[in-house]
């Protein structure tokens, strides 16, 4: 049976990080699905609340200009949203997972995304 | 040159980039990415995109290290930049170095930043020479035979 086509929300502020993660999305999902991108918290505290539909699956970065990820992910659920809400970040430390899953994360994964790492979250997620 | 001699030229340099831990796992991710997603450019696009990220950076936190009071918490938000794109691309051994040079922002010590300065800025254009490298050698196998790839 076909997998239904998903909407993600990549919230990443370098550019670098985006492309990869697009193309692991890509490789993950099988391509069809759609990607938004938001370059800080703020802009995507705002592409979750004019969505049309709501988003499937939001991968959240830490370190942000304007907004960073722990300040984004409150505002989304603050909106009442319950998308899964996976945090992206290279500093792993327990304390760091600890302070995105305690501003509504529902997962963490480490820093760079790849076609593996995301076949777990989208399986996790039962997005696959 | 044959396309065949390019290949192997291509194929060595890729080799001793990883055996001398100048790339990791995460470049051959990409490499697969490329390949799986029938995106010939992918990997040109991301490494174009890291040398272009690093190179900035690094003037920028030259920049920084140069003023009478250095303001090591953005030394730090430059380097833990460069940490994310050095990772993000696979090179490794600036990643490692970026991990050391953070320790140095933390300890706000100037002297030890500006040596981890001159040890990133020597591992990214070791890098960047290899990248560059690698590139040609790709452009002229697909310029051969405009279907590989």
């Known amino acids: 049976m076909a997998r239904k086509m998903i909407r993600v929300l990549l919230v990443e502020d370098e550019e670098i990080n985006r492309v990869v993660a697009r193309a692991a999305l890509k490789a993950a999902g099988g391509g069809g699905d759609v990607v938004d991108e938001a370059e800080n918290g703020a802009v995507a505290v705002q592409r979750v609340r004019d969505a049309a539909a709501p988003y499937d699956l939001v991968l959240m970065d830490k370190q942000m200009p304007v907004m960073d990820g722990h300040e984004a992910t409150r505002r989304i659920r603050g909106m009442g949203v319950t998308t899964p809400i996976v945090a992206v970040s290279s500093d792993g430390l327990p304390a760091d997972v600890e302070a995105f899953i305690t501003s509504g994360a529902d997962d963490f994964t480490s820093k760079p995304l790849s076609k593996e790492k995301l076949g777990i979250i989208l399986a996790k997620f039962r997005l696959a | 040159m044959a396309a065949a001699a390019l290949r192997d030229q291509l194929t060595a340099l890729l080799s001793s980039m990883f055996s001398q831990g100048l790339v990791d796992e995460q470049f051959q991710q990409l490499q697969m990415l490329q390949d799986e997603g029938g995106t010939p450019g992918f990997v040109s696009e991301v490494v174009t995109l890291f040398c272009d990220d690093a190179d900035r950076i690094i003037n920028e936190i030259a920049t920084l290290l140069e003023q009478p009071v250095v303001n090591f918490d953005k030394v730090d938000a430059y380097v833990h930049q460069l940490k994310g794109s050095s990772a993000s691309v696979g090179a490794q051994k600036v990643k490692f170095t970026c991990m050391q040079f953070r320790q140095f922002c933390q300890d706000k010590s100037r002297d030890g930043c500006l040596m981890a300065?001159?040890?990133?800025?020597?591992?990214?254009?070791?890098?960047?020479?290899?990248?560059?490298?690698?590139?040609?050698?790709e452009q002229q196998i697909q310029a051969y035979d405009p279907k590989q790839q």
């Open chain 2, 117 to 137: 300065l001159a040890v990133v800025r020597n591992d990214f254009y070791d890098l960047r020479n290899k990248f560059q490298t690698m590139l040609q050698l």
